[in-house]
T-cell receptor, first 117, second 112 residues
């Protein structure tokens, strides 16, 4: 069974369209994340949800909106797609580290390669 | 502003020899460090981690060393195997911070 899954794996779309990427984890984790890997291969945090509550929102354009219907799911909706949004998007999850600790080990999904034409 | 740096983009090593990957960080608040391995078209896979209260952690063929005063950590793989050919990412997090900061990755190629 896949621990962290994402759909779709590949997404090709036109500029200006709206698209969503879905993520599900079956690890029983409380915290989920979205990362973006750009053309220079850097992995950068975009959002994090803990128990369906947004806890990290890193200077991401408001065209990007995460939605967490429950602890096991964190979807990413992108409005008015731009060429610069082309990247690989990774979902991850971890246990809630709790106060006074660092983040627990994060487990990643396989990634969604988004290409905006 | 990259707080985690992997200055060697690539490393080539012969099968059976040791692979040494290096990582430097600038944020003195980082207290938990991880190494991830990534194959093409897959997500990063957790490999090994170390807390700032330790200077070494070992798991089979993988050992991570932490030098807090130098803000430097390294990953040793010995012996290297062909299946170790992948991109290795160093990552770090700070106390009470949920996010991981990643380095740019080092591509390891193990030659037969």
């Amino acid at each position: 069974d896949t621990a962290v899954s994402q759909t779709p794996k590949y997404l090709v779309t036109q500029m200006g369209n709206d698209k969503s990427i879905k993520c599900e984890q079956n690890l029983g984790h409380d915290t989920m994340y979205w990362y973006k890997q750009d053309s220079k291969k850097f992995l950068k945090i975009m959002f994090s949800y803990n128990n369906k509550e947004l806890i990290i929102n890193e200077t991401v354009p408001n065209r990007f909106s995460p939605k967490s219907p429950d602890k096991a799911h964190l979807n990413l909706h992108i409005n008015s797609l731009e060429l610069g949004d082309s990247a690989v998007y990774f979902c991850a999850s971890s246990q809630d580290p709790g106060p006074g600790t660092s983040t627990d080990t994060q487990y990643f999904g396989p990634g969604t390669r988004l290409t905006v034409l | 502003d990259q707080q985690v740096k992997q200055n060697s983009p690539s490393l080539s090593v012969q099968e059976g020899r040791i692979s040494i990957l290096n990582c430097d960080y600038t944020n003195s608040m980082f207290d938990y460090f991880l190494w991830y391995k990534k194959y093409p078209a897959e997500g990063p896979t957790f490999l090994i981690s170390i807390s700032s209260i330790k200077d070494k952690n070992e798991d089979g063929r993988f050992t991570v060393f932490l030098n807090k005063s130098a803000k430097h950590l390294s990953l040793h793989i010995v012996p290297s195997q062909p299946g170790d050919s992948a991109v290795y990412f160093c990552a770090a997090s700070a106390l009470n911070d949920y996010k991981l900061s990643f380095g740019a990755g080092t591509t390891v190629t193990v030659r037969a």
